[in-house]
């Protein structure tokens, strides 16, 4: 079982990236990680697999929590 949860916040850029959650984010994409380096390399492509690329506007910021 995957012990890591990846979560990729998709924040607008006037939020900093202190205040971006999960209340803040524009979009929240969710998947497995095996490992802590493996979690922070999927957050940004998680997010551009489902068409958030960044840019103007918008900024991706990945945080790694315990599976629950």
């Given at each position: 079982?995957?012990?890591?949860?990846?979560?990729?916040?998709?924040?607008?850029?006037?939020?900093?990236?202190?205040?971006?959650?999960r209340?803040?984010?524009?979009?929240?994409?969710?998947?497995?990680a095996?490992?802590?380096?493996?979690?922070?390399?999927?957050g940004?492509?998680?997010?551009?697999?489902?068409?958030?690329?960044?840019?103007?506007?918008?900024?991706?910021?990945?945080?790694?929590?315990?599976?629950?």
């Amino acid at each position: 079982m995957n012990a890591i949860l990846v979560v990729a916040l998709v924040c607008a850029s006037t939020v900093q990236a202190p205040d971006c959650s999960r209340e803040t984010a524009l979009d929240v994409i969710t998947g497995p990680a095996h490992t802590l380096q493996e979690c922070l390399v999927q957050g940004p492509v998680l997010a551009a697999n489902a068409g958030h690329v960044g840019g103007e506007g918008s900024y991706v910021k990945t945080r790694c929590e315990p599976r629950r």
